[in-house]
């Protein structure tokens, strides 16, 4: 099983997801890196004739690339590595990396796709192992020339050239909360909206989250909107898997959603997702506009977040230890 929790009769599970159960030999903060690490430890090979994922995101489907084309993959490493931080991260990527990450998007989108069309007809796990099929010969030219599907990612990458220039203007500006780990994205009043958003794993953002992540490297991301007074926080994704060169985990939402409810002269609830949702958001329930000034919602939210204890971590316990069996996943 690669990107994936554990199935009945997996062989090994090489997953950064909670509770996988990868040995810890093998952990990294990405599941194509982990991919990497066991064709490198001999000592953790299994004999199994299948590699197997129940959804294809870039991450998970660099991942069965890398177990199925090992010598293409191994003198790859660096751009496949990219291309699979781009779509989970949204981060540690270069241009032409997350240009080959939003192609796959693309690629995956029936609006856009040069896929067949039959592709898309059945369950969605029907149609993932379609397209496992169909791009899995495409990923070496991909790889090897990502121009040659600039059609495909010409869009996503307009939407991030975008918010690259307003953060240049100042028309977007972001401020860094340590003690609260947090960071606070500003939107300008006439600001667009997130735009074209298919390869990254957490999008429907205000912001394309490539732009706002190259800035910061806080779990935590405040979206502020004075004009239309919507304000939202999420947690990056990267703090729901078994991350290893930072600790990830995640505080509990819900306690600051009660107290912008109080606060909130428009009325009406606010709402914190649950800490084992790979998104977790915090926002309006009806998604309109707050009561709140910018300055409020930002005090309330910094003033909950610094100190609040993680409550909820996806790590393993160490070798030798007995599992603990936590629900998570994207529900």
Same mark, same amino acid.
């Given at each position: 099983m690669a990107d994936g929790p554990g199935m009945p009769g997996s062989s090994i599970v090489l997953s950064h997801w909670p509770d996988s159960g990868t040995p810890w030999p093998l952990k990294a903060d990405l599941s194509a890196e982990i991919a990497f690490a066991y064709l490198e430890q001999p000592e953790h090979h299994v004999d199994a004739e299948w590699v197997t994922n129940g959804h294809l995101d870039v991450d998970g489907f660099v991942s069965v690339f890398v177990l199925t084309r090992p010598d293409y993959?191994?003198?790859?490493?660096?751009? $496949? /590595?990219?291309?699979?931080?781009?779509?989970?991260?949204?981060?540690?990527?270069?241009?032409?990396?997350?240009?080959a990450c939003f192609a796959l998007g693309a690629l995956r989108d029936p609006k856009v796709s040069t896929l067949s069309s039959a592709s898309f007809v059945g369950s969605e796990v029907n149609i993932a192992a379609n397209h496992y099929q169909l791009l899995l010969p495409l990923m070496p030219t991909l790889i090897d020339d990502p121009e040659r599907f600039e059609p495909?990612?010409?869009?996503?990458?307009?939407?991030v050239d975008a918010a690259e220039a307003a953060f240049a203007s100042g028309d977007l500006r972001i401020e860094d909360v340590p003690d609260a780990e947090l960071a606070v994205v500003y939107l300008p009043a006439d600001w667009p909206g997130g735009?074209?958003?298919?390869?990254?794993?957490?999008?429907?953002?205000?912001?394309?989250? $490539? /732009?706002?992540h190259r800035r910061t490297n806080r779990w935590r991301v405040a979206y502020v909107d004075p004009a239309r007074r919507?304000?939202?926080?999420?947690?990056?994704?990267?703090?729901?898997?078994q991350h290893i060169s930072r600790g990830a985990g995640r505080a509990d939402l819900r306690p600051i959603a009660r107290k912008l409810t109080a606060a909130d002269p428009a009325g009406g609830e606010w709402i914190a997702g649950g800490r084992k949702t790979f998104l977790a958001w915090l926002h309006r329930r009806d998604y309109g506009p707050s009561g709140l000034e910018p300055e409020q919602f930002v005090s309330i939210v910094t003033d909950g977040l610094r100190g609040a204890p993680i409550t909820w971590t996806p790590y393993d316990p160490p070798d030798g230890e007995p599992r603990r069996r936590r629900s998570?996943?994207?529900?």
């Open positions: 993959a191994q003198a790859h490493r660096e751009d $496949l /590595v990219g291309v699979a931080a781009a779509g989970d991260f949204a981060d540690r990527c270069t241009d032409r990396q997350a240009n495909l990612w010409r869009e996503e990458r307009a939407t735009g074209v958003q298919r390869g990254v794993l957490q999008r429907d953002t205000p912001v394309h989250p $490539l /732009v706002v919507d304000y939202r926080l999420i947690y990056r994704f990267e703090s729901w898997v998570g996943g994207y529900g």
